[in-house]
């Protein structure tokens, strides 16, 4: 009884960090969309934050560009791994700690945000804008944080 109240739970977790990160990127992308033409910019804090609103035809930082089909098949591809990944955690009664499973979420949850776009629009929209660091949105910070939590947690335990 108590594995499978910690198996609903886990996929209750799961379920609402991937729909979490997937809506608030729906949301701030339409929002910036519809506030910014495509290339303006406003600042936030000058120089440091701004909102840029661009269109990202190739993967991350801009990489690859037009790439077409191929950036719809690789994130189609990453979600059906991580989501085999988790079942098979469940399938063999394995226990997958909760970090691991608000990581995979996370990334799961901006690959499809992504992938949305991608299929919508043909590019992703960002509009981050550190002014050092190249154009983002709320799905690339989902995916850049759950593979730093991944990352963590396997170098905690490589180094026991």
């Known amino acids: 009884m108590r594995d499978l109240v910690r198996s609903q739970i886990d996929i209750f977790l799961s379920l609402l960090t991937t729909f979490s990160v997937v809506l608030i990127d729906r949301i701030t992308k339409v929002f910036f969309s519809d506030l910014l033409f495509y290339g303006e910019s406003l600042p936030i804090i000058s120089n440091v934050l701004h909102m840029t609103l661009i269109h990202n035809t190739g993967i991350a930082f801009g990489l690859f560009k037009d790439q077409g089909i191929v950036f719809i098949i690789i994130p189609v591809i990453a979600i059906v791994l ?27 949850g901006g690959a499809i945000g992504n992938l949305i776009d991608r299929i919508a629009f043909g590019y992703v929209i960002d509009f981050i804008d550190f002014r050092v660091w190249p154009v983002f949105n709320i799905a690339d910070s989902a995916i850049t944080i759950g593979a730093v939590m991944i990352g963590l947690k396997c170098f905690r335990l490589s180094s026991k």
């Open 82 to 108: 991580l989501v085999f990944n988790i079942q098979y955690y469940r399938q063999n009664n394995e226990a997958l700690s909760r970090v691991y499973i608000v990581a995979f979420s996370l990334i799961l």
